[in-house]
């Protein structure tokens, strides 16, 4: 049975910083590239970040480059985003997904960015 199970979500202050996890199961873990999408109240879901399965390669969308890291550890089987100088307008909710198909989708961390 596939699994994506984020973590890390929470309240913080603007400029502040946090960092997420998503522990995968029941797939090859380190053979899948991965992404990190969010979506927003009211907005469309988007991709924040993506990275290869080695590691190695990682693209940003234009929104949080400079601040945002996507990282993986194969041994552990979790793909990471690190946060760091974060705005109001990060708030929303995070998700990990297979950057390809087939996908398999966590269910989500709420990130809210709020003084």
């Known amino acids: 049975q596939v699994q994506l199970v984020e973590s890390g979500g929470g309240l913080v202050q603007p400029g502040g910083s946090l960092r997420l996890s998503c522990a995968a199961s029941?797939?090859?873990?380190?053979?899948?590239?991965m992404s990190w999408y969010r979506q927003a109240p009211g907005k469309e879901r988007e991709l924040v970040a993506n990275?290869?399965?080695?590691?190695?390669?990682?693209n940003y969308g234009d929104s949080v480059k400079g601040r945002f890291t996507i990282s993986r550890d194969n041994a552990k089987n979790t793909v990471y985003l690190q946060m760091n100088s974060l705005k109001p307008e990060d708030t929303a909710v995070y998700y990990c997904?297979?950057?390809?198909?087939?996908?398999?989708w966590g269910q989500g961390t709420q990130v809210t960015v709020s003084s």
């Open positions: 997904r297979t950057l390809i198909r087939p996908w398999y």
């Open positions: 029941g797939f090859t873990f380190s053979s899948r590239a």
């Open positions: 990275i290869n399965t080695s590691g190695g390669s990682t």
